[in-house]
């Protein structure tokens, strides 16, 4: 499915019914894939509420309740004091590491009232004792980067669990079976990382457009030669997964004069955002690649998105196209990248993420001169991970005490 967007509409947010995706991504890892279906673009204006996967109109009786339902430290403020009666304790397990620095607003205090910190550790023997387990935790918060196995054994040592949070974005890394056939609620820190990783995104485009390798090699020459370059103004980014991360690069996309096309697993009838010229349903991929010149992939890791960006969809990528992948690694077959960046199918890859990580010292990637590599830290800024921390302190746990809402829900069935 495939829509054109008016630019004179606000974006506008609320939470999308689960999908199955499973039988739109295999195909396109198919040879043949099936045609967009276009369909009319509603002109109802839409309420800005924030920055999920959909839209919801003033007068739906949803706005006031989805308001707040995920947070975007561009757009949102935080809220300096939440008022009314707490409801219920939030008693917190830190499946942490005890030493992460980033953690010190959550370890040493103070927490919102109502809410206690029970114990820190990595491991299920790091909570198993009397004390924890008689005072009945009902929440942990997650940033430990093995928590996988741990958080299901916590789940099933302490069944009076309600509410799991993680520090970060994605959720792949705490992704399991175990988690998600539990009834507790997930949430994640969507929105805290956004603007940096659209910084990058439009560095990428402008180290291939105006050839900056060529730049340092004739600095390092002392070789003064002039040489074309080419504008990012004009230019179209398609952003394979058109969320919060998506998003943000589309404004700045904007804000240099680029065409954006945006692809999502479902669109509201309704979808109209004033950062995306066209968008796609997951059928679309293959238009998309075909008409961009620069690929964003900013779609999280899920079963359904492994290997989405495969050979024969690269096969449909122009000539000069630039791959910038800032999700997660996986998500692109990168043998099938590798080959097609030696081979000059493509013009290059910008790679704040790889299939492994640290990228191996053999790895091909390193060797090729039309790649630029970055250590998965383009979202790293020095406050980065202490303001998502901190996001959970000052946002959701008092909303959990109170029986609010809490912020950035994630969809268990989806993934993400």
């Known amino acids: 499915m495939h829509m054109n967007i008016p630019a004179c509409y606000s974006f506008a947010i609320a939470s999308l019914a689960p999908l199955q995706l499973r039988s739109a991504a295999t195909a ?10 276009v369909v009319p673009t509603s002109l109802r204006p839409s309420v800005c509420v924030g920055n999920n996967n959909s839209l919801i109109s003033n007068n739906s009786p949803a706005t006031s309740l989805r308001m707040m339902s995920y947070w975007n430290r561009e757009t949102c403020q935080p ?35 109502g809410s206690k910190l029970l114990a820190v550790g990595s491991t299920l023997a790091d909570f198993d004792n009397e004390s924890i387990i008689n005072q009945d935790p009902n929440v942990i918060f997650v940033s430990h980067p093995n928590a996988r196995g ?34 507790v609620q997930l949430t994640n820190a969507k929105g805290m990382f956004s603007s940096t990783l659209a910084e990058y995104c439009m560095m990428a485009c402008a180290y291939f457009a105006k050839d900056l390798p060529r730049l340092m090699r004739q600095k390092n020459d002392v070789n003064w030669e002039q040489y074309p370059v080419l504008e990012i103004r004009g230019a179209t980014l398609g952003v394979v997964g058109f969320g919060d991360i998506g998003r943000s690069s589309a404004k700045l996309a904007k804000a240099y004069g680029m ?12 979808f109209s955002d004033p950062y ?27 079963e359904q998105t492994r290997g989405l960006i495969s050979k024969e969809v690269l096969q449909h990528c122009k000539k000069t196209a630039v791959i910038i992948n800032v999700g997660r690694g996986p998500i692109i ?28 010292k053999d790895s091909q990637l390193w060797k090729l001169d039309n790649v630029l590599l970055s250590p998965h830290n383009m979202d790293m800024t020095l406050s980065f991970m202490q303001e998502s921390t901190e996001f959970f302190i000052n946002e959701n746990l008092p909303r959990y005490v109170r029986g609010i809402e809490l912020l950035n829900p994630v969809d268990k069935s989806a993934g993400y």
């Not at 396109?28 to 279906?37: D, L, N, Q």
């Not at 009076?160 to 988690?179: K, M, N, P, Q």
């Not at 065409?259 to 309704?270: A, D, N, Q, T, Y």
């Open 276 to 302: 995306c010229d066209e968008i796609y349903d997951m059928n679309g991929l293959v238009e998309l690649v075909q008409k961009s010149d620069y690929i964003l992939i900013a779609t999280p890791l899920t």
């Open 259 to 270: 065409k954006v096309l945006g692809l999502k697993r479902s669109i509201p009838e309704s």
């Open 28 to 37: 396109f890892r198919s040879v043949s894939y099936p045609s967009p279906r």
């Open 79 to 113: 809220t300096s004091q939440y008022e009314g009666e707490i409801t219920k304790e939030a008693r917190v397990l830190a499946l942490c590491d005890p030493l992460d620095p980033y953690n010190k607003p959550l370890y040493d205090g103070p927490l919102p009232e």
């Open 333 to 360: 077959d990168e043998e099938a990248l590798i080959e097609a960046l030696a081979n000059g199918d493509i013009k290059g890859a910008g790679l704040d993420v790889m299939t492994v990580e640290p990228l191996p």
């Open 150 to 183: 741990p958080l299901v054994e916590l789940l099933n040592k302490f069944p009076s669990v309600e509410w799991v949070h993680t520090r970060s974005a994605g959720v792949d890394f705490i992704a399991s079976d175990g988690l998600f056939s539990s009834p």
